[in-house]
Each structure stands twice: as C-alpha cells, then as structure tokens.
C-alpha cells in the first residue's frame, strides 16, 4: 500500500474524532415536578418556600407637603414668572417661548409659570384655565386689547396694570379681565 501523496510543507490533518465530555446522569423527571440533584450537591438558593415578596412594589415617590390650593401667588412670585418669560423669550429668540407656551397654555402655564409652579385658574372655581381660556387671556386681553391703551399711555397703562398686584386679592387689571387668578400648584 502506497502512502497518499501530498504537496507543501505540512502533512495533512489528521481526522480526529469529536470530543464530548461526560454527561451527568440525572434521573427522569416528570414536567413541572423538581426532583434534587443527585448526591449531596448544594443549592444555590434555598430549597422551599421563601418569604421574599413574589412582585416588588415600586420605590414610593417623595411626597412633598402640598399647599392648599387655594394659595395665591404673591406679587413677588408673580414679578419672577414675569422675569422667568421674559429671559426665555431672549434666549430662545421668542419661537422657543412660543412653542412651550402653546403646549402649556393647556395647562393654564406660562413657561415661567410652569417653572415656578403657578397655575392661572378660574376665579371663582380655582379650576386651572385651558387652552381657549389661556390664548383669551394671554394673547387678546393683555397682547392686543391691552396694548392699545398702553401705547397711547406711553407704558403707564401696563405700569397701573401690574402694580395692581398688590390689591389685597392680588388681582390685576388683566386678571379681572379674564376673571382669572394665579394660584400655586
């Protein structure tokens, strides 16, 4: 018998035949039943019932103390919402501002309002305004029906108009107006 011909300078490869390890012997069990490992092999959790809770509750949010919803804004919270638009209308070259109020009028929010936590609600019911309400209020009322008294006032108009946040209910112009009151959250 004449050895196989091969060219280059490695032999060819031998066939080797697979290796598979030895397997464990388990005995046969029955579908849903759990029978022990043989020998003495530990487990790695504890065998039987258990007095963890099957489902995790979710971790409890923190709870603020709430105000009573009845609290109005003071004026000076009212001046930083005020700021707090006037500063986003700047940097966001006012369409930022514009876009976040038509989302947040919705909630009867300025952007600045939103950030500090004030709510523009019904006077008489304390209900939060919706969107219909807030454009009337905001864009009507104070941009286009306000705007024509303060220019020929030369600004006193809207200078009357905000210090009349200091009236004992802490209502202006523009609030009675509308019949609306800024509240906190």
Known sequence: MTEPHFQGPYPPAQQQQPYYPQQAHYPQQVYGQVSAPPGNALQPYPVGPSNAP???????????????????????????????????????????????????????QT?????????????????????????????????????????VTFGVFGLVDSLMVFRSDGRTMHDMTAGSIVRHI
Not at 84 to 101: E, P, Q, R
Not at 136 to 143: A, D, W, Y
Request: hydrophobic share 55%; with cysteine.
């Open 54 to 108: 099957a489902v995790y509750a979710p971790a409890q949010a923190v709870q603020w103390p709430a105000r009573p919803p009845s609290q109005l804004v003071s004026a000076g919270g009212r001046l930083g919402a005020f700021l707090v638009d006037a500063l986003l209308i700047v940097v966001t070259f006012g369409i930022g501002w514009l876009i976040w109020a038509m989302i947040t009028w919705c909630n009867g």
């Open 111 to 151: 952007p600045g309002r939103q950030l500090l936590g004030h709510v523009v609600a019904d006077a008489t019911t304390g209900e939060a305004f919706g969107w219909g309400r807030m454009f009337l209020r905001e864009f009507l009322i104070k941009g286009l029906l306000f705007w024509i008294p303060n220019a």
